[in-house]
């Protein structure tokens, strides 16, 4: 779908104007709290499969030393982290992460952490943000690039109402939606407006058939006083409300926060308007699934990488080496790219998904799509279209990054580029073409047979793999597998 990226034409440009004065130390960010007058803090981090955890002390509590010494936790209690023999951890706040939580009533500082062994004193190598870190100095060790750039398009399902339930004896959902088609009959309490998206028809109409204008806006000013900068919101193909809010780029570890913040921003508000946020992949049956099509870019100082001015879609020999890692280890990839079972029902061939392992300009049936709106050098860039915001952006940034340098490093050449209808193949012709995994189960198996890549500059630990697929097999495939699903009693029960 159209995006941020794409109205913009000097997307990935270093900002050189002048920002609002930058918190960099402890000193600063208790002071930050004081002015303020806020009377709590709250320290957050992130667990294994990417959810936010936190929690909070009053503002008296924060100190320098604290930043300096860590507050403990129980790392036994946290999914993918320490086991209950080892459990004592330490979270070590970052002090330019703070901001006045937006989803707070009470006047509260907002604090990004990291996680360390309160033994060595060293960061933990299962904290997905510390991963990250290492994926950024990684890269300027390489002598490749100074710096990444990461654009996501994250998208989103606003609803009105939500149940499921699943048990030894029954399992459902029902999902509703005002702005659902399904619901242009409906003769209830309140009276029926009519003007509903027609379905697959949610991309761009104005209001009143695009009735969460006033929403996306609101959380459009709630990230931007999070210090999270927003580019442009619509609605999204998906009828039944269906969103897209696009931030401006940055760095990995930065772009990873903001979209920590960006979730955390959007479930509270839709709460605060009694809705129902959900990031799944493929929430609803028959329509378009949520994706998350990330930009990247690699930059010298001033110099975009990936732009070559004689090159196909203006595209340098190293963005193009790039793409072939990309597509290479995009088997493995989607292990932390499309990380759950639900992300499968999205990636379906013959539909909108990009199941395709190749690369185009324009083609949106690829996996690797270069945007052609501009011909500005610092435009340049390529969008992954694979993945979904269920993944841990972190983890999924970081593989993404380290698959790309190993494309450069080996000058994995992408082949051809895929410039034509790719759902219009003949059937030997459409054999030919590799596509992501069928299944989360898949996936996994592939990144179990190829994981090297990411064990550059020690960015991966093998602890942090086979964590990974474990928690997912155990506690994702397995759950899934074992339990009959509700279409099967339509399909099977008189047999």
């Not at 005002?178 to 409906?186: A, H, M, P, R």
């Amino acid at each position: 779908m159209l995006a941020t990226k794409e109205l913009t034409t000097e997307a990935h440009v270093p900002s050189n104007g002048k920002e609002p004065k930058s918190i960099t130390t402890p000193r600063e960010a208790i002071e930050f709290a004081r002015s303020l007058g806020l009377r709590i803090v709250d320290f957050k981090f992130v667990d294994l499969p990417g959810t936010w955890q936190h929690f909070s002390a009053p503002i008296e509590e924060l100190s320098e030393s604290l930043f300096a010494e860590g507050i403990g936790f129980d790392g036994s209690s946290i999914r993918g982290f320490q086991a209950i023999h080892e459990s004592d951890m330490l979270l070590m706040p970052d002090a330019s992460s703070a901001v006045v939580d937006p989803a707070c009533s009470v006047p509260t500082l907002s604090l990004t952490c990291s996680v360390f062994d309160p033994i060595t004193r060293r960061p933990y190598s299962r904290d997905p943000r510390h991963i990250a870190q290492k994926a950024e100095a990684y890269l300027k060790q390489t002598g490749i690039a100074d710096v990444s750039y990461w654009g996501p398009e994250a998208e989103f399902f606003v609803f009105d109402n939500i149940r499921f339930d699943q048990n030894q004896y029954s399992g459902y959902y029902f999902i509703d939606s005002d702005e659902g088609v399904w619901n242009s009959g409906q003769d209830g309490a309140k009276p029926n407006l009519g003007h509903r998206p027609r379905w697959k028809e949610g991309y761009f109409p104005v209001a009143p058939a695009d009735t969460l204008q006033d929403f996306r806006s609101e959380v459009v000013l709630k990230l931007a006083e999070a210090g999270v900068p927003v580019e442009v919101h619509h609605h999204e193909v998906g009828g039944a409300g269906q969103c897209e809010i696009d931030m401006r780029f940055d760095g990995l570890v930065n772009m990873a926060d903001h979209l920590m913040m960006y979730k955390y921003v959007i479930k509270n508000v839709a709460r605060a308007h009694c809705k129902t946020v959900t990031f799944m992949p493929k929430p609803i049956f028959g329509d378009n699934g949520s994706g998350m099509h990330v930009h990247q870019s690699l930059w010298n100082g001033e110099s975009n990488l990936f732009f070559d001015k004689n090159g196909y879609a203006l595209l340098s020999e190293t963005a193009r080496y790039y793409i072939g890692g990309l597509l290479k280890h995009s088997p493995a990839l989607m292990a932390f790219c499309a990380p759950t079972t639900n992300s499968y029902r999205r990636l379906v061939p013959g539909f909108e998904a990009p199941v395709n392992l190749v690369y185009s300009r324009r083609n949106r049936s690829a996996a690797v799509r270069i945007p052609m709106y501009s011909d500005n050098p610092k435009s340049k860039r390529i969008e992954y279209r694979c993945p979904d915001a269920s993944s841990n952006p972190y983890l999924a940034f970081s593989a993404l990054l380290l698959a790309g340098l190993d494309g450069i490093k080996n000058t994995i050449d992408p082949g051809e580029a895929a410039d034509y209808d790719l759902y219009d193949l003949e059937p030997e012709e459409a054999a030919r073409i590799e596509q992501v995994p069928g299944s989360l189960s898949e996936a996994l198996a592939a990144l179990e047979s190829d994981h090297e890549f990411l064990y550059a500059g020690d960015v991966f630990t093998p602890d942090v793999i086979e964590t990974w697929i474990e928690y997912k097999r155990t506690k994702e495939v397995d759950p899934i597998r074992l339990r009959p699903h509700p279409y099967e009693f339509y399909l099977y029960y008189d047999a």
